[in-house]
């Protein structure tokens, strides 16, 4: 049970993220909330203070969601059926193969990055519709399946992550080398489907008083919800923007002009922060980026 809950809250962290930053969080994490119960119960101001620094916060809230459902609905066990797994909040197809392989040995190959990476090199799948989402799912069953699916998929992927690496992969500790076509051809270079980053434009107020700032929780949009961020509007298709800084944000391409004034004009009610004691608050690294600019370059 516990391996169970502990794949769950691992796959939520490794969404987004490389192992090697998520294994502190995670350590972390368990230590403080150790099985459904107790996350399921849990603060949120306390429980997003565990999530700090490795963003994309919703996965965090979908976590607490997805314990409290299991709780509620499945009999506080983590239900092993992968269609069950895709209807709780914040697993999507990759998450549930991973927990019904990992946690429950059960025959499915998730596609992560590491066995995506073998599987394109493998193969030698370079063109765009061979790197499709869809043609990689077929293409998986090169791998067959065997009985001990839990060890498999975790082989594969530190197959990926350890031997067939994005550069200078090791083929010559390779298992499955002698029929990879990529190390036949030498070629290891790899496609991607080019991901477009959105522009987008902001203007945003600072408000300073004894070197204190001014921030507003952010009810307005999408990114950052419920976060401290400092009050800014979008600016729709401008006319010689001079940005003072640009920060990206999932497919973001934030560029942020600020502007300092006076009088807070503001439907929400104000927090002010203190730059010097950043450990007080939780705080975003979008609103800590700017914070960090304002200090050191304003």
């Known amino acids: 049970k516990k391996k169970q809950y502990y794949t769950l809250v691992s796959e939520f962290m490794l969404q987004q993220t490389q192992v090697s930053t998520v294994i502190p969080y995670f350590e ?130 530190e197959l990926g992550a350890l031997i067939c690496k994005p550069n200078n992969p090791n083929c010559n500790q390779c298992p499955i080398s002698t029929n990879c076509i990529s190390f036949k051809k030498n070629d290891f270079v790899l496609s991607k489907i080019k991901k477009k980053n959105k522009d987008k434009y902001y ?32 600016v729709i298709r401008p006319k010689n923007f001079n940005k003072d800084l640009n920060i990206k944000i999932s497919n973001m391409n934030m560029n942020i002009k600020i502007e300092y004034d006076n009088i807070p004009r503001l439907k929400v009610r104000p927090n002010w922060i203190d730059p010097k004691n950043l450990q007080n608050y939780t705080l975003p690294t979008f609103t800590k980026k700017i914070l960090h600019y304002l200090e050191n370059y304003k």
């Open 28 to 157: 972390k994490f368990i230590k403080n909330i150790p099985d459904l119960e107790t996350l399921s119960k849990f603060d949120d101001q306390k429980l997003v203070k565990f999530w700090e620094g490795l963003g994309y916060y919703s996965r965090v809230r979908n976590l607490k969601k997805t314990a409290q459902v299991i709780i509620k609905d499945f009999d506080k066990k983590i239900p092993s059926d992968f269609l069950k797994l895709k209807s709780l909040p914040g697993i999507g197809d990759y998450t549930a193969s991973a927990i019904s392989a990992i946690a429950f040995n059960k025959p499915f190959i998730p596609l992560d990055g590491n066995i995506e990476r073998v599987l394109k090199r493998y193969l030698y799948l370079k063109k765009d519709n061979e790197i499709t989402k869809e043609n990689l799912h077929r293409e998986k069953k090169i791998f067959g399946l065997t009985y001990r699916s839990s060890d498999y998929a975790q082989a594969l992927m």
């Open 203 to 234: 203007l945003l107020k600072v408000f300073k008083k004894d070197q204190r700032y001014l921030v507003i929780k952010n009810t307005q949009f999408n990114f950052l919800k419920n976060f401290d961020i400092f009050p800014m509007q979008e």
